[in-house]
């Protein structure tokens, strides 16, 4: 699975950007997939993942009710809607995909994922 992120940019805060996540090969409807990111000198962190059938979606509690995540498998493709944007969401923003589903909790692990996109970066003055 090759998974390709994009979307990202330079905004205000209080603005929005939409993430996508394009997926490459034709099992991308049987992996749960997630959004992480990575601030300069931080850890990666959870952002938000989304199941196989799109009918459970997890936030880190940073970005909920701001941030949505879904997914669209016809197109192999999974977004990310980021409203009310933050100078804090300021980071690189990747996607990975789980091929080995194992609950709701391991959602947040980023050892979980086994495929990863190559990370688009999202900039958000103040």
């Known amino acids: 699975v090759q998974l390709q992120a994009s979307g990202g940019g330079l905004v205000a805060a209080g603005e929005s950007l939409r993430l996508s996540c394009a997926a490459s090969g034709r099992t991308f409807s049987g992996y749960a997939m997630g959004w992480f990111r990575q601030a300069p000198g931080k850890d990666r962190e959870f952002v938000a993942a989304?199941?196989?059938?799109?009918?459970?979606?997890y936030y880190a509690d940073s970005v909920k009710g701001r941030f949505t995540i879904s997914r669209d498998n016809a197109k192999n493709t999974m977004y990310l809607q980021m409203n009310s944007l933050k100078p804090e969401d300021t980071a690189v923003y990747y996607c990975a995909a789980e091929t080995v589903y194992r609950g709701a909790y391991y959602l947040r692990d980023f050892n979980e994922y086994d495929y990863w996109g190559q990370g688009t970066q999202v900039t958000v003055s103040s």
């Open positions: 989304i199941t196989r059938s799109t009918s459970s979606t």
